[in-house]
């Protein structure tokens, strides 16, 4: 017998007997002759209606198979699409895989150290993302009444007693680290959004710090840090660390300033010694690149000061501070201030003209924008955009600042507030010219693909991305007494945290549909609520919530 496949197709028909497809060429069982309705009572031809073809039973059913065919292909791009979006959603800090339903509780972890009640201190918890994973270095408390200037004391310890990595979808612990006493960990941030390849913590006694870098997998390298005399160290981004000293050149003169009562004697402080910044592997101590900050002029009582064994409040001249970014370090201290990209080119200086441009007479404020981009704000109410490298990508009249938006949304507009105007923006295109204007708003909660979110207040609006033109309204008439801490999004549904403003940590989470503005949704939320790799977790102060 010949094998089937060396033959044609084989078909197999499903045939209806007895049917009207079965009806002879003479038309009987089926619709060949007159019937009622043919014709007229007198017996003549009556007009015949228009028929339809009747279709047999295969082909009924080839073509219901056809359009299920269709149908499932349909679901099935939208399947692939929903997938997309929310792999897509898992890449930034304000995406959410789906926020289709209310979020409910998946899992609870408590800290180690419970955070006292929040009118009784400030919590310092600071959070970073590796790999998908919510890495919770050590928190602090410090009381709200006590007087850090005058009778500084050491924070306490709360949260999680090592550095912690946590699944967020299902609050399982990664990995641990142990740290010591006086750990400093970065780059991190409050809210998630800082996410990097290694965490540098600079940890132990004052006369013996130790350098430890943390690898996404929790795996450890650690170095003793090697403090000259004067000498500072601090974690950077991008890997770093950061090593700061106060240069002595010869003629320098000691200016010292006794404080009493908020004023300082000198009230100005004319001379005092550069800084000189050294970036370093941290994981292996060889130098990336060294930066001298030059010291500028300062009134004696923007220096920090410190009280002697005396009982006499000086000005500490010498002190100086490095804050970490995920894409900057900022060096601060009395008569310095600077920041740097981590490549170390002085992003403050890199406007046009750079540090000889009159414009550069007061100090610029820098902030990230993400993607190796930097806005500098000036006292002139003008920003220069560069990169991180230094180089001058826009001019803007107003100050741009970094946006919450959806990856998904396109990034050719810039949303510039003049601060004469008091509220509102103006949304600039890539050329410098203005698309649109707003007047009415008191800030952006979401830049979307195609709608803005707007914060007006009592009301929440949805503007058209390419006019403007407000497309919806929302008010949240339950959320009164609420701040809005968090903005999230799936790209089609847009979900505002509230957080109680009565000391307490409880919320709300309310979800609106981005195109219509139509409340899908509202659930209560335990706490302050972060994005980590699609997933939602709340913080409290006894520990976290996984929300899905």
Known sequence: MPRPDQQGPVVFELVEGDGPDTAGADGAGGHGGDGPGDADPDGAPGPRAPRLPRLSRRTRLVAAAAVAAVVLGVAAVDLVRDHRRAELMRTSSVGVASLADPPERLWTMRFDVAAPRAEEGFVDQE????????????????????????????????????????????????????????????????????????????????????????????????????????????????????????????????????????????????????????????????????????????????????????GETVVDADHVNVYSGAESVTVDGCGISATLSVQGVRLDLAGPGGADADVWVSVAWVSELGGDMFALATGAVRTFVVDGEGRPVRTLDGWVGADMWSPDAPRDLWFVTDPSDGRGFDAVREDGSVAWKDRNSQGILLVGRDVVVVDRGATVAGLARDTGEEVWTWEGDDTEGMARYRTVTDGDTVAMVHLSQNGRMGGKVVALDLGTGEERWDAPVPGSAVAVDGSLVAITRDGLTGLG
């Open 127 to 310: 959070l970073v993302t590796m790999d998908g994973l919510l890495v919770m270095p050590p928190a602090t408390t410090q009381s709200f009444v006590q007087d850090v200037f005058t009778a500084p004391t050491d924070p306490v310890r709360i949260g999680f007693e090592d550095i912690v990595a946590v699944d967020p979808g299902t609050g399982e612990v990664a990995w641990r680290v142990p740290v010591d006493e006086n750990p400093e960990c970065g780059p991190s941030g409050y809210d998630a959004s800082v996410s990097t390849e290694a965490l540098v913590c600079v940890q132990g006694p004052a006369d013996a710090r130790e350098v430890l870098t943390i690898a996404p997998d929790g795996s450890t390298r650690s170095r003793a840090a090697d403090l000259a005399d004067g000498e500072q160290v601090f974690p950077g981004p991008d890997g770093m660390l950061v090593r700061v000293d106060r240069v002595t050149h010869a003629g320098d003169a000691a200016t010292e300033a006794v404080c009493s009562l908020g004023a300082c004697t000198p009230s100005v402080l004319k001379q005092g010694r550069d800084v000189r910044v050294v970036a370093e592997d941290a994981a292996t101590g060889a130098e990336r690149w060294t930066s001298t900050v030059e010291f500028m002029p300062v009134e004696s009582v923007n220096c920090p000061q410190v009280t002697g064994e005396d």
